[in-house]
């Protein structure tokens, strides 16, 4: 049994850790503010699934160091999950998205560093660090982007490029984080993830998109198509990314100081509507309107995760497959319709 924190554990990704390492038997602190729609919902679902004495949970801002302090006391494990989520965000309100993501990422670094048990720190960066990548070929099919020249997609050795305030903010937390493996040998690793999908996502137009996509048509809402809909990202299962977690804990010797993306790779993207639309029309069983929008600031053509590092140091791939994995999705949340009269 481990003594663990996860911030952002009321979220989507935080909440299916929490109850996956409950099931373990671990002991789990929750810190969230609880700002996110879903979160009191999710919170709400361990607690009927687990019991009030399962997991503790911290409701504070990642702000309140003092706070920070007393839930890591003794944590052998640190997942930072929390913080300002979408691109959208950032522009309309970057000293909120610095405060969230750059000031506090490092006062969960400094609270691991003080008073953890010389925890394992795992925290969930973003593709959005390798910015608009201009520079990179890019050609334009019937249905899709794709890059010209990169089969496998794009490494870690890649070039950052902090474009948008979330990019830049996410970036800070992610140098950071490998800083402090190197200056004070916290054992950090940096997951610079694609996108993510799954159970308890309550997407929203400007974060999570697979899911908001999903929502929208089961509940009649307006569905706005940013670009061309040729966009085209690598996915990933929520199961899949708790897995990958899991392998760099357990690993730890060898992820220590690391950085991985972590994504659904070359073998499973997605372009956003081109082809996710008809998917999407196909479970439903009709039509899905949509409206059409500018493209939006720092929103890549194409993004796709070269996965071969981790695969190779830790032996993780992706298991479930798009088309599996959206059906799982789908299926979710047309059974719980309710959970999201409130979006």
């Not at 405060?99 to 969930?124: C, H, K, M, S, W």
């Not at 474009?163 to 140098?175: F, R, T």
Request: with cysteine.
């Amino acid at each position: 049994m481990a003594k663990i924190l996860i911030t952002g554990g009321a979220g989507f990704i935080g909440s299916n850790l929490a109850s996956r390492l409950i099931n373990g038997g671990d002991e789990i602190t929750i810190f969230d503010n609880l700002s996110r729609p879903g979160t009191t919902l999710n919170i709400a679902w361990l607690r009927n699934r687990f019991g009030e004495q399962r997991f503790k949970l911290v409701q504070a801002d990642l702000a309140d160091f003092a706070a920070l302090i007393q839930a890591t006391e003794g944590a052998q494990r640190v997942y930072h999950l929390a913080g300002q989520v979408a691109v959208t965000t950032s522009v309309s309100d970057p000293r909120k998205d610095f405060l969230d993501n750059a000031l506090g990422t490092f006062n969960v670094l400094e609270a691991a560093r003080q008073v953890g048990d010389d925890p394992v720190f795992i925290y969930a960066s973003t593709n959005k660090v390798y910015g608009g990548m201009e520079g990179v070929a890019v050609v334009e099919a019937d249905r899709r982007y794709a890059y010209a020249d990169l089969p496998r997609g794009i490494s870690e050795t890649s070039l950052l490029d902090f474009h948008s305030p979330y990019g830049c903010s996410k970036g800070v937390g992610d140098q950071y984080t490998r800083d402090y493996y190197r200056v004070y040998g916290l054992r950090t690793v940096v997951m610079r993830q694609s996108c993510i999908y799954g159970y308890r996502q309550f997407g929203i137009e400007d974060q999570g998109w697979v899911a908001w996509f999903m929502i929208a048509a089961l509940k009649g809402r307006p569905i706005t198509i940013y670009g061309n809909g040729k966009q085209v990202r690598d996915v990933l299962f929520i199961d899949d990314l708790l897995d990958a977690y899991e392998a760099a804990a357990q690993q730890i010797d060898v992820a220590a100081g690391q950085i991985y993306n972590v994504g659904g790779g070359p073998d499973n993207t997605l372009a956003i509507w081109s082809e996710f639309g008809p998917i999407l029309e196909e479970l439903m069983g009709r039509p899905v309107p949509v409206e059409s929008g500018e493209w939006r600031t720092g929103d890549q053509k194409v993004y796709v995760s070269d996965i071969g590092k981790i695969g190779r140091e830790l032996g993780w791939a992706p298991q479930v497959g798009v088309g599996d994995g959206l059906r799982r999705l789908y299926d979710w949340l047309r059974d719980n319709q309710q959970l999201f009269d409130h979006l």
